[in-house]
Antibody
């Protein structure tokens, strides 16, 4: 059964870099044709797609965040990583990772299930 | 960017009643729309995709309809566990995807 688990520091100082890990079990990041995404949820902006990575390694980013975001994979550890540079209070949110919906082997691109449980990151000095 | 507008913001109903939630897109998204349920402290859970297809293990009381710019999520008879926040999400011009701001379904 596919499970995703986000982890990382809960508190980051303004102007520093936020770094999170999504550990995947029950599936391989290298197995196609899946897409692995990062999302966040803040009280002010609701749910927001940050970006993600195809199994091939091709990243796609939300244009509004692209200049500050990097998403990559450590295939030896089966982990997806997210870094957000130059954070401000507006980056305070619960961060989630998720995978493409798959039903009976068919991938439904752009819909997401399952999701990890999420990790709260607060940006504050 | 496609903007999704959900209404109402809050809906107060009693168990056993029928719930109707709306999602309107700023431009046509064909049928590329999903609905998620989120309970406090939990991740979103996918209920409906492609506007009307139920995801795995989703009860039949949940149904979706619509195409183009106007969509509806209907819960035919509310169970106590259905009181939550519901979000719509579109993927018509993947990537990106965008979400609505949510409808909170409260117990009356």
């Amino acid at each position: 059964q596919l499970q995703l688990n986000e982890s990382g520091p809960g508190l980051v100082k303004p102007s520093e870099t936020l770094s999170l890990i999504c550990t995947v079990s029950g599936a391989s990041l290298s197995s196609g044709p899946y897409y692995w995404g990062w999302f966040r949820q803040s009280p002010g902006k609701g749910l927001e797609w940050i970006g993600g990575l195809y199994y091939s390694g091709t990243p796609y980013y939300n244009p509004s965040l692209k200049s500050r975001v990097t998403i990559s994979a450590d295939r030896s550890k089966n982990q997806l990583s997210l870094t957000v540079a130059s954070v401000t209070a507006a980056d305070t949110a619960v961060y989630y990772c998720a995978r493409d919906l798959t039903i009976s082997g068919e991938v439904f691109r752009g819909y997401f299930s399952p999701w990890g449980q999420g990790v709260l990151v607060t940006v504050s000095s | 960017e496609v903007v999704l507008t959900q209404s109402p913001a809050t809906l107060s109903l009693s168990p056993g009643e029928r719930a109707t939630l709306s999602c309107r897109a700023s431009q046509s998204v064909s049928n590329y729309l999903a609905w998620y349920q989120q309970k406090p402290g939990q991740a979103p859970r996918l209920l409906i995709f492609d506007a009307s297809k139920r995801a795995t293990d989703i009860p039949a009381r949940f149904s979706g309809s619509g195409s183009g710019t106007d969509f509806t999520l209907t819960i035919s008879s509310l169970e106590p566990e259905d009181f939550a926040v519901y979000y719509c999400q579109q993927r018509s011009n993947w990537p990106p995807v965008t979400f609505g701001q949510g409808t909170r379904l409260d117990i009356k």
